[in-house]
């Protein structure tokens, strides 16, 4: 057997028409070449393999749709027709996605102004490792906490596919993949199906800001955080640092493994860097519904076993937002005053991991909510 061509072989590139240009000629050159190589008879196939909803009695009110040939991911709807999202088989063989998508996970998107499509895989597994660690240990996520660890990265020199990075000292997880591209290859149309309503659209029947590309994505740099988020901060980074050398936190592990696995070595990681009862006081610190919002909806395959105490004891309402107004800065505007001094301490002092040491969450907890973090 000859050896199988890459998409990029297969697909010969075609040129965009003078009404395509005028609407997408902003879109990386290299992106406008990848033509979907999924047909129909695959996608049936995968529809029959892979769930796409978390509540199973919903696969009915989505119907899939191969590209066309001349179908681009970063196309939008026709005026007149309706509203679809692209998606990526590998967000649900590989990813694990199930839709709708949380809270989080379209917080970070209308944050960002980026499409579900825009966003690289291995973006999207930054997004989804974090999130199932933050549930497992029974506390929210939120993006404050998510954009002090990473920001954004944009391709360069063209507008293709955007992705995330971890700030200097705050790496939790290894990327999905080093090298993650035949995704670009295997993407098809969502539709809903006849009558019913897609959850990609507003109360106004206008899509959301996350379903078409964009060429105004933005960054969310967070400087400075709340106590109760930097204690969150700090308990989280301490996690990967109890490993040894030759073994790595990566979002395949997190995300590939399964749930008995996954939670076995999050809370063997947390035996070996702190005792347990540290991060029931968090959790019981963080319980205050008179500071905190809901707590959060644990995964339907059950809560960790830290969680589930937590939640028998009466744990009541969990969020990592803390009182007051978010101190933010878009990096399209450079910090001034009290936080460009954060910013550059930032830059300059990354997180530091001594084995050594237990992260003291009550002092960090006593900490004054004003004072430079």
């Not at 191969?66 to 939008?76: K, L, Q, T, Y």
């Not at 839709?99 to 930054?126: I, K, T």
Request: net charge neutral; aromatic share 12%.
């Amino acid at each position: 057997m000859g050896k199988k061509k890459s998409c990029q072989e297969v697909i010969v590139p075609r040129p965009l028409n003078a009404t395509e240009t005028r609407l997408y000629g902003w879109v990386e050159e290299a992106v406008l070449t990848q033509q979907s190589v999924v047909e129909d008879d695959a996608l049936s196939e995968f529809r029959n393999s892979y769930p796409l909803m978390e509540d199973s009695g919903a696969e009915g009110d989505y119907v899939l749709e191969a590209a066309g040939p001349s179908d681009r991911v970063p196309f939008r709807a026709d005026e007149d027709g309706p509203h679809f999202l692209w998606v990526y088989q590998e967000l649900f063989t590989r990813l694990r996605m199930r839709l709708p998508f949380s809270d989080f996970q379209r917080d970070v998107m209308s944050r960002c102004r980026v499409a579900v499509s825009q966003l690289h895989q291995n973006g999207w597994g930054f997004i989804l490792a974090f999130e199932k660690v933050c549930l497992h240990f029974g506390f929210r996520p939120t993006i404050r906490l998510f954009f002090y660890i990473y920001d954004v990265h944009f391709p360069p020199g063209g507008y293709g596919y955007v992705s995330f990075r971890a700030r200097q000292g705050r790496r939790l997880f290894d990327s999905y993949e080093d090298s993650i591209q035949e995704f670009k290859w295997h993407y098809f149309k969502m539709l809903a199906a006849p009558g019913k309503r897609a959850f990609w659209l507003d109360h106004e029947d206008k899509p959301f800001s996350w379903v078409y590309w964009n060429p105004e994505v933005k960054d969310f740099a967070v400087y400075n955080l709340e106590p109760l988020e930097m204690a969150a901060f700090k308990f989280l980074v301490s996690l990967p640092s109890g490993l040894p050398k030759r073994n790595k936190c990566t979002c395949r592990f997190i995300l590939d493994g399964s749930d008995a696995e996954v939670g076995k070595f999050l809370d063997d990681l947390l035996d070996v860097k702190m005792k347990r009862t540290k991060l029931d006081e968090l959790m019981t610190k963080m319980a205050d519904p008179k500071r905190m919002g809901p707590r959060p909806v644990l995964p339907t395959n059950g809560p960790s076993a830290t969680a589930a105490a937590a939640a028998a004891a009466g744990a009541g309402a969990s969020s990592l937002a803390a009182a007051g107004s978010p101190r933010v800065e878009s990096s399209s505007q450079a910090p001034s005053g009290p936080l460009a001094s954060e910013a550059n301490k930032a830059k300059k002092q990354p997180v530091k991991r001594d084995r050594s040491k237990v992260v003291d969450l009550e002092e960090e907890l006593r900490e004054d909510p004003t004072a430079n973090l």
